[in-house]
């Protein structure tokens, strides 16, 4: 029996929207991340440091690779005010938790004005909530961020537990975060309903704990591609749109 439902948030539960965050370009036609220019003004504003386009993106990036080394590499997550701390020590910043905070808020503000949320969702959740405990398992550095795209959203009513990994120092498909749902929810692994769409990180995460795993393909460019070059486990069913879901679920309870 299925008792419980865990969702993914980007992609999933509502739209990252990429192509709003694609690389830009700048002088000499370099491409650069798209919330990079305005990290390099608040440097500016904030810290006072002379430093190039250019050479800020370069410093970003090289952060950045040293950072996960320790941290993603190893399924633990970098929050976002942590990346932008290191940041700002590198740029020899005077005041760096003020300098590195600056950063998260426009960073983040970027990323989340890119989100949508599907209008059918809330209906989904709606229905779904009335026979089974629902959750959130996302990775996600800030999850101030992340839960106000819940609450922007009104999904955050239907849910029984939120389990970012920020909060919990764990990304997926690392075990740990999953088990946290289901402490949470108070259930078996094998009662829960993991929906997401990524494979390494949802499916093969999900179903390293014996969670049921469901494949949303919504958001996924080639589903067919994706499935011949992974590695891991198959999903358990795979659906193009969550309005597929509470019918799904209802099935597998009486078969």
């Given at each position: 029996m299925i008792r419980g439902i865990a969702f993914d948030l980007f992609d999933t539960l509502v739209d990252q929207n990429?192509?709003?965050?694609?690389?830009?370009?700048?002088?000499?036609?370099?491409?650069?991340?798209?919330?990079?220019?305005?990290?390099h003004a608040v440097v500016a504003e904030k810290a006072g440091v002379s430093i190039s386009l250019p050479e800020f993106?370069?410093?970003?990036?090289?952060?950045?690779?040293?950072?996960?080394?320790?941290?993603?590499?190893?399924g633990i997550e970098l929050s976002t005010l942590d990346r932008f701390a290191a940041l700002a020590t590198r740029l020899g910043?005077?005041?760096?938790?003020?300098?590195?905070?600056?950063?998260?808020?426009?960073?983040?503000?970027?990323?989340?004005?890119?989100?949508?949320?599907?209008?059918?969702?809330?209906?989904?959740?709606?229905?779904?909530?009335?026979?089974?405990?629902?959750a959130l398992c996302s990775n996600f550095s800030h999850a101030k961020t992340a839960r106000a795209v819940l609450r922007g959203a009104h999904f955050d009513s239907y849910?029984?537990?939120?389990?970012?990994?920020?909060?919990?120092?764990?990304?997926?498909?690392?075990?740990?975060?999953?088990?946290?749902?289901?402490?949470?929810?108070?259930?078996?692994?094998?009662?829960?309903?993991?929906?997401g769409d990524?494979?390494?990180a949802d499916v093969a995460g999900a179903a390293a704990v014996g969670m049921r795993t469901c494949w949303l393909t919504r958001r996924v460019a080639d589903p067919e591609g994706e499935l011949e070059r992974s590695d891991g486990p198959p999903p358990d069913f795979a659906l193009e749109d969550l309005s597929d879901l509470p019918l799904l679920v209802a099935r597998l309870n009486v078969s």
């Open positions: 990429h192509e709003r965050l694609a690389p830009i370009e700048i002088a000499g036609g370099r491409r650069v991340g798209a919330t990079t220019p305005s990290l993106a370069d410093l970003l990036r090289k952060v950045d690779e040293e950072l996960r080394v320790d941290t993603l590499d190893l910043s005077g005041d760096v938790m003020l300098v590195a905070r600056a950063m998260t808020e426009a960073h983040m503000g970027i990323l989340q004005d890119a989100v949508t949320v599907p209008g059918h969702h809330e209906a989904i959740l709606t229905t779904l909530a009335i026979d089974y405990s629902l849910l029984s537990c939120i389990v970012i990994s920020e909060e919990i120092g764990i990304r997926k498909p690392r075990s740990e975060i999953f088990e946290a749902v289901a402490t949470s929810l108070g259930l078996a692994p094998a009662e829960i309903l993991h929906v990524k494979l390494h």
